[in-house]
């Protein structure tokens, strides 16, 4: 009687002991995530309104200053769907600042961190997901982007998320939880129309499902109807945008001036890594090395289907991670082959399959020793990503141009852009001090060049030239009439901004 007394007594101890330990380590995980969300939202705002505002920024601005009616009509010629613009159209009426502008991009980049963990939890387990919510928070590339005002991160946050909701669907099979799916998903397709590449990625994580467990059948054909509804939804939509998405989708004639080869691939991978920074062929190869010892870990690891340390098999996580990097951007490399689509930050939503690899990676590496050295080499290559965006400005320094400008001139002054839309990002900061010609063609030639000169100059004494891209005067011949018919006054150069100059026009022209 005693031994057993004694056997009870020791079990019951033994639990609370065990109760009190899981207690304490989950107070830690959320201290430890706490300070890694913390950090995150300290490197979004740090130097939040150092550069200029540039033209994808300023064409954000200029968006969700339309009424709504106006929005809706801009959709037929846009590649941008519009929840991220309404958003902004509501928030910028309470200020225009930069940082104030720049502000939900980094409250959302945040929120990405927690997201993050939230997936690599379900996924894998505490350690992992406390590892991908640090490398989301320091990721330069995420920073980056959360310091724009652009869409980018939400999309970013809404593949996250509908990720999260897949994975628990597909485990518990609740309707909330396939509802919650159906509207992440949608949220996704109304901000940007590259989100529509997480759907074969999610495909493929079921398809694996399905191979390895019969009863994912069911959740394959759940899918299935909600995807279906999701798209139903979408249709309005893209019915009115795809006249424009197939005739330009928004690419630029510099994005891909032929069909991509596979080291396109390969410079994804080190952008992932370490950004702007990728340029330094130390850190790109790095980066990139770091990231195959990690998957082939990653890989090994899932190669048991018993996991001590991940509930259920890890290598459910590592097929949805790998599906959520390699099936997008194989998607768009397939594509380019025909037509030009492979934008590199339309593929920023993705990186989180990317750091969810590399985290988990890291995190099965078989010896400590091992993990210490990756996780010290990711900081560090982080850490020089995000000192190398600090200290190098590198967005068009168009707040210095309107300075300059609205210094400088005077009554009967004009400013003309080449290319055209190039105003926008200078109307913020000139604040309608100088008259700007918005009316420039796409295109300029030698026979057109005159009698647009002659309409943006006449009844001015003075005309601005600023130029930046060649997109619509590759051949200089504005500069070149201006140079032959007007008295250059004065040019100067600005970071992103060829030429700045002042000409004057012949008295007879006055």
Sequence with gaps: MMSGRITHQAIVVQAAYGLRTSIHGARLEVVVLAGIVGLGFFFRVYNLAQESLWLDEAHSLTIARMSLDSQLAWLANSDHPPLYFLLLHFWQRFGASEFWLRLPSAIIGTMGIFAIYALARTLFDGVSALMAALLLAISSVHVWYSQEV???????????????????????????????????????????????????????????????????????????????????????LLVVALPFLLSSGGAQPGDLASPPSAKLILV???????????????????????????????????????????????????????????????????????????????LTPFLPGYLLLLAVGINRLPRLDLKVIA?????????????????NQQKDDWRSVAAYVTANSRSGDVVVFNPAWNYQPFDYYAENEVDVYKDLPGVITAQNVEQEVSRAAKDRKRIWLIRTTPASDSNGEITRYLDAHFKLESAARFRGIERVALYSAPPEER
């Design 150 to 236: 652009r869409s980018y991160v939400l999309v970013s946050l809404w593949t996250i998320v509908s990720s999260y909701f897949l994975v628990v669907s597909v485990r518990q099979g609740r309707t909330v939880n396939w509802v919650c799916y159906a509207i992440t998903m949608l949220a996704g397709l109304y901000t940007h129309y590259f989100f529509v590449l997480l759907i074969p990625a999610h495909l493929a994580f079921l398809a694996y499902s399905w191979l390895n467990d019969a009863e994912a059948a069911q959740a394959i054909r759940t899918w299935g109807a909600v995807t279906a509804a999701v798209f139903g939804a979408f249709v309005p």
């Design 268 to 346: 994804t991978l080190w952008y992932f890594g370490v950004g702007g920074a990728m340029e330094d062929p130390v850190m790109r190869y790095a980066s990139f090395g770091v990231f195959l010892a990690s998957v082939g870990s990653a890989l090994l690891a899932a190669r048991s289907r018993r996991d001590p340390c991940a509930s259920p098999s890890i290598f459910s996580g590592v097929a949805l991670s790998l599906s959520y990097i390699a099936v997008p951007i194989l998607t768009l490399f397939v594509i380019s082959q025909v037509r030009s689509v492979y934008i590199l930050r339309y």
């Design 375 to 391: 996780i010290v080499a990711v900081v560090l290559l982080s850490a020089n990503s995000l000192a190398f965006d600090y200290t």
